[in-house]
Every structure is written in structure tokens, then in C-alpha cells.
């Protein structure tokens, strides 16, 4: 499902926001029709755009802000399952830098940072703006059509910390927009989380987003979304007194029966199966009618993603396969974790070398080997010529794959690890473990540990940005991020690189910040 309203209205003129996230210009605003901002946010078609503006940074991580950010390249380098790539050793440095665990202010993810807190501004204004509007007892405007515009602001809001607060940690907090020039706090990340957590649990209780968007409104913030996020954040935070709470919302979701496995996993991938039942959450791309470019990169259309990740001076169209630039390729020994039967194989790693035998290519010349080639690549996100055929200009930036945030295949693993945790029924956690085990082909098992839940979760979310943080949050980040010489990895993650260096730039607008010790 491509044509929905987010998508459609695209980049609005919401407010300017600069490249250092604390600096007193990141709160300067324009608005789109010369007048006053407190005026012009009092109807509901501008309170719409405001809606729209709070959604807009979610499509940026991908390029962006002077950067390639995109979540899963960035979380999963840092893992087991992809490697770096790139044209050479200093291609993209900074993720370079990042699989090596020698990341430096200089080489961080700056880029992000500014998306995230651009998306935490943009939903404090909408909230204000609804506030303000309400306030004046404006005709139209009540807390009934507007409740939903705060409720998704303040999830998205979440959602956007959530990052910041996995990647950086320690990083400033409001809920307010300041006028004025104005640092804002830095706070501790156990501290972000108390207070992103109780807001998050907060929206959730007025129960005003619906289980699932309805049809037209896919990429709308939704009850299920909020849930995943709360999940994700309790589990990551090993927070035992919330684990009820987060199992309670996953048991919510399943018995809903708003949301099921797609029965062809493989399938999960094609621009038909997007918004299927299985989607949770996805970010919208599209290639036609867009107005996304080199020089406008923040505006509305696709993603430059797959053209990372595809193989570097591929033959254009075989296999149905575009060229790319060789970033994030697969580790082959994640490739070996999968067993002959298991249809997330070929739906994981594609296999260059194969690809061109079939194809009646000579495997040494099909393709230019990127840094660290393996040979596989992501199928979940290739370059397919089909993907790209309707963008007509800048067609590296427009590919209309959506980005999958969350899948009902999390949810039932996460329910089942949480039964573990808490104590739950042991044999519901090994049905759930099962149907995403039955839906891949493979044996099911009669009881399952967290162990096994933690193991179906590599190999159904490889390349999905899971892994790296699932090894963290299980204390198996030490164990298994180790020096290897096949991910021309030096160096062993320890405790110190659970947060990446605070960006230079940041670091110089506001002298009180203190920088993460890397």
C-alpha cells in the first residue's frame, strides 16, 4: 500500500531545524504562509500539516543530514551478521569505524542525531499547536478530532528518543520546545528511559490509537506500534518490573487478530506484500511522482537503501537485480546458521556467485567485490530494477521499498521471551516460538529457553537492525563481538562501547555537554 496521507503531503514547511540538535537556531521556525506561527496552526488542515511534519524525519535516516544513517546498516555492523562494505576500508567511514568499536566524535552518527531530534521537535510543536488551538475555543477544533493528533505525536516522540537512547545514551531531554537560546539538559540514559517510558505508558492508557491503521492511513502511528516500541525499550532496559506490563501488550496484539504471519516469508519482501498481515509498522517509500533528490533530500519519495546494499558494478537487470555500492554485506557464517529446509535462507542471503552461474556469467566477473566481500548480499533489501523504474530522476535515492520497522514475527517471540522471563506458561512461549518456526520450514521444538528465542530472533531478523542490540541486552555482547579476522575486525566490543561518541558538532554548540566514555 503506497498512497496514504503521510506519504502523499510529504516534507511541509513545519519548521526549520539546524544541523547541531541543542544550538538556539534548532529552534527557529518558518511557516508556510507568512503569517505569525501562533495564527496559523488554528485550523484543522494546518494542524494536519503539523501532523505530517511530526512524521517526515522517520524517512530521513536513510540519507539525510549530510549522511547515510539507515537503522539496520547502522545497528547490525555493529553486530555478527553484516559487514561494513563499501568501495574501500575508508568508504563511509564512520561505520568503518563503528564495526571496529573506534568510533570518535568525528566519525559517529551525527546525521542521525539531527534526524531524531528533528522528529522530537516536530512532535513538541504539534502538541503546543493543538494546546494552543484548543485554548482559543476555536470552531472545529475540539479534544475529540485533535486527542489523536497528540497521542501519535507524543508515540512517535518515543520512538525517536528510543533511537537516540540506543545508540547514544546520555543525551539532552525536553518535551518543550524552548524559545530563546537554550541548551537543553543532558540527562543520564537511565534517566531518558524513566521518562520516556511513563509518558509512553501514559498515552497508551487514554487508549486512543486504534489496534491497526485502517486502510488508506498505513504509516499512521497505531496502538500496535506503541505497544512494539514499549516492548523494545522494557526489553533493551532489562527493566524486570515492566516485563508484565510488555507481555500484556504483546498477548493484547495476538489476541486481536488484527495481525498474522504471511505464510511465504520470502515474500515478506515484495512491494505487494508491503503493509500485509504481518506488518506491525513500516516506513512508506515510493519512486513515482516524487520530489526527492540530491538537492533536496528531505523532500517525499524513496530510498536510497537497496542501492547500498546491492553488489557493486552488477550486471543492470539479471536476476532482476539493480547495481549498488556492496555496503552491508552478509557474514557468511551467519548464512551457515541456517539449515537446508529453512525458507529464510534465500530470503536472507543472496548469493552473487550463484546468481551469475545461473545466469550463464562468469562468477569472477559479474560483480566488482566491495571491502570485505562475503559474496552474499541482503536479499530483504536488494536493488531490484523493478523498484526504481517509475522514479524517472536522482533514481539512486527512489526506490520504493518501504523500510520494515516491526513484524508480527516479533511479537510472538517477544511474547515468548517475556513468558520465560516472568515465569509464564513455558508451553504458550514454545507455541509461539513454533509458529514463526513451523512458517520457515523447519522442526519445531518442544520446549523452548531464551536461548532459542534468541537464536530464532538472529535468524528471522538478520539484517533487520535487531541483532546488535539483542546481543547487548543479553550480556552476550562481550562473548560474541569479538576480534575476527573474516569481519577485518580488530577489536572486541566491551561494556565502554555500548554508546557511540556524542557528535564534534554537538559537542561545540553546547559546551556542558559531556561526551559518552568510548
Known amino acids: 500500500m503506497k498512497t496514504n496521507k503521510i506519504l502523499a503531503l510529504g516534507l511541509l514547511a513545519m519548521g526549520t531545524v539546524s544541523l547541531t540538535g541543542c544550538s538556539d537556531s534548532f529552534l527557529e521556525e518558518e511557516n508556510p504562509s507568512g503569517d505569525p506561527i501562533e495564527q496559523y496552526y488554528k485550523t484543522e488542515a494546518h494542524l494536519q ?15 539525510g543530514n549530510g549522511s547515510y544513517s539507515p537503522l539496520n546498516i547502522s545497528s547490525d555492523i555493529m553486530g555478527d551478521d553484516l559487514n561494513p562494505g563499501g568501495a574501500t576500508a575508508s568508504d563511509m567511514l564512520n561505520w568503518q569505524l563503528m564495526a571496529n568499536y573506534k568510533a570518535d566524535a568525528n566519525n559517529t552518527m551525527a546525521a542521525l542525531w539531527t534526524d531524531e531530534y ?71 540514559a537511565d534517566t531518558l528511559y524513566n521518562n520516556v517510558i511513563t509518558d509512553l505508558e501514559d498515552v497508551i492508557a487514554q487508549d486512543i490509537l486504534p489496534m491497526k491503521a485502517a486502510a488508506g492511513n498505513e504509516g499512521r502511528v497505531t496502538k500496535a506500534f506503541a505497544y512494539m516500541v514499549y516492548a523494545e525499550m522494557v526489553m533493551y532496559q532489562k527493566d524486570e518490573t515492566r516485563y508484565p506490563k510488555a507481555l500484556a501488550y504483546m498477548q493484547e496484539i495476538i489476541n486481536s487478530g488484527s495481525y498474522a504471519l504471511l505464510a511465504d516469508y520470502k515474500a515478506l519482501w515484495d512491494e505487494g506484500n508491503e503493509w500485509c498481515s504481518e506488518s506491525i509498522f513500516e516506513i512508506n517509500y515510493n519512486d513515482d511522482n516524487h520530489s526527492r533528490g540530491w538537492n533536496t533530500p528531505l523532500a517525499v519519495g524513496g530510498t536510497v537503501l537497496p542501492r547500498l546494499m546491492g553488489p557493486r558494478e552488477w550486471a543492470v537487470g539479471v536476476d532482476g537485480v539493480d547495481t549498488g555500492w556492496g555496503f552491508g554485506t552478509v557474514n557468511p557464517a551467519t548464512v551457515a546458521l541456517f539449515g537446508a529446509s529453512d525458507t529464510r535462507k534465500d530470503a536472507t542471503a ?7 552461474v545461473a545466469n550463464g556469467i562468469d562468477p569472477a566477473k559479474a560483480y566488482k567485490p566491495a571491502w570485505g566481500d562475503t559474496g552474499y548480499f541482503l536479499y530483504k533489501y536488494l536493488p531490484r530494477t523493478a523498484n526504481n523504474k517509475d522514479a524517472g530522476w536522482d533514481v539512486d535515492l527512489n526506490f520504493n521499498n518501504n523500510y520494515r520497522v516491526y513484524r508480527y514475527s516479533e511479537v510472538l517471540l517477544n511474547a515468548a521471551e517475556l513468558l520465560l522471563r516472568t515465569g509464564g506458561d513455558a508451553a504458550t512461549a514454545a507455541k509461539y516460538v513454533n509458529m514463526v518456526r513451523k512458517r520457515a520450514g523447519i522442526s519445531e521444538l518442544g520446549a523452548v529457553t531464551i536461548d532459542n528465542v534468541l537464536n530464532e530472533r538472529h535468524l528471522e531478523f538478520v539484517g533487520e537492525g535487531k541483532r546488535y542490540w539483542d546481543l547487548v541486552r543479553s550480556g552476550k555482547a562481550a562473548e560474541v563481538l569479538v576480534a575476527n579476522s573474516a569481519f577485518n575486525r580488530t577489536n572486541s566490543w566491551t561494556e565502554n562501547k555500548k554508546y557511540l561518541p556524542i557528535p564534534q558538532a554537538e559537542l561545540s554548540a553546547d559546551p556542558n555537554l559531556v561526551q559518552n566514555n568510548y
Open 49 to 63: 500539516e503539523s501532523v505530517v511534519a511530526a512524521y517526515d524525519p522517520l524517512h530521513w535516516p536513510d540519507w
Open 118 to 188: 528533528s522528529g522530537v521537535k516536530r512532535c513538541n510543536d504539534l502538541i503546543k499547536y493543538v494546546d494552543d488551538a484548543l485554548a482559543a475555543n476555536i470552531a472545529g477544533i475540539t479534544p475529540e478530532n485533535t486527542n489523536p493528533y497528540k497521542a501519535q505525536a507524543r508515540v512517535l516522540r518515543a520512538y525517536y528518543y528510543m533511537n537516540l537512547w540506543k545508540f547514544f545514551g546520555n543525551v539532552p531531554y525536553f518535551d518543550k520546545n524552548i524559545d530563546g537560546q537554550y541548551a537543553y539538559p543532558q540527562v543520564k
Open 350 to 356: 543472496w548469493d552473487v556467485k550463484a546468481a551469475a
